[in-house]
């Protein structure tokens, strides 16, 4: 059940990142805008390559290649943990002054290369295989350390980035309904994944204790929530570039795109 899902989200976002790529306008030589655009497809490569390795015999198939036990649960950490640090750098364009933008940009890279880096630090102990990171069942504490510092950035995460977007759809709304429901989809798309991670956090906390949860959480609700987080968050993303370059006129899409843009960027900040 869980291969097809996430083989089929995997399609899906690569789709829907072949489509902002073919029909998205070339940004304006401004920095920021290019920071942007990179941030855009770097959280789409995150999605692709988490829903992929969300996938048990691609995760299985790294950790033989990689002949290192659990080097396809270290891939999914980084590439999930990009998704949604791409999420916050998507936004600080629209967000933050033009003055605090390298700054903001620089301050979420640093955050998320420390948390990376205790990641890396806490790998070089665990000797567990990808299939096991993955399950709630405990396997050492060094394991358990682990799994818990990824899911505790993802459960904060996943928090951040829902109420900044939910924020922005809702200001979005009156004027742009199109770049609105990017936005609400993409909210869809990280309370999905905080699903996901609270998920599998409550599961590794609640085997720790002695008290499992039922095994419906790590076979159905894990792997659903995982698998739509990534498409859905890849789908917001991309409706107002599909809406805007193909169903609109070809002589509106890119003056709207820099106009919702600018829109948004102005509402965010009052």
Not at 241 to 247: K, P, S, Y
């Given at each position: ?13 690569a789709l ?14 401004q920095e920021?805008?290019h920071m ?235």
């Open positions: 059940m869980d291969t097809p899902l996430f083989g089929a989200s995997a399609l899906l976002i829907a990142t072949a489509t902002y790529l073919a029909y998205s306008p070339q940004p304006p030589h920021p805008f942007a655009r990179r941030a855009r497809v770097v959280l789409f490569a995150g999605a692709f390559t988490s829903a992929f390795l969300l996938v048990p015999p691609v995760a299985a198939a790294v950790d033989e290649v990689s002949r290192q036990d659990g080097m396809g649960t270290l891939f999914f950490n980084l590439a999930s943990g990009l998704t949604v640090l791409s999420m916050h750098l998507v936004t600080v364009y629209w967000t933050h002054p033009a003055t605090r933008i390298r700054r903001a940009i620089a301050s979420y890279i640093c955050f998320f290369g420390a948390v990376m880096a205790v990641q890396v630090w806490e790998f070089r102990s665990v000797h567990a295989s990808s299939a096991e990171l993955f399950s709630a069942t405990a396997s050492s504490a060094t394991a358990d350390a682990f799994v818990l510092t990824h899911l505790g950035f993802l459960d904060v995460m996943a928090v951040a980035v829902s109420l900044q977007y939910a924020a922005l759809a809702h200001a979005t709304w009156p004027r742009w309904r199109v770049a609105a429901a990017g936005l609400a989809v993409t909210t869809l798309g990280g309370l999905l994944g905080l699903a996901y991670s609270l998920a599998r956090t409550g599961a590794a906390i609640a085997d720790l204790t002695g008290q499992p949860w039922p095994d419906a959480v790590e076979t159905h609700v894990v792997p659903i929530t995982g698998a739509l987080a990534a498409l859905f968050v890849t789908a917001g993303l991309t409706l107002p570039t599909v809406v805007q370059r193909i169903f609109l006129p070809h002589n509106q899409s890119v003056t709207g795109r820099a106009v919702k843009d600018d829109a948004v960027r102005r509402i965010a900040l009052l």
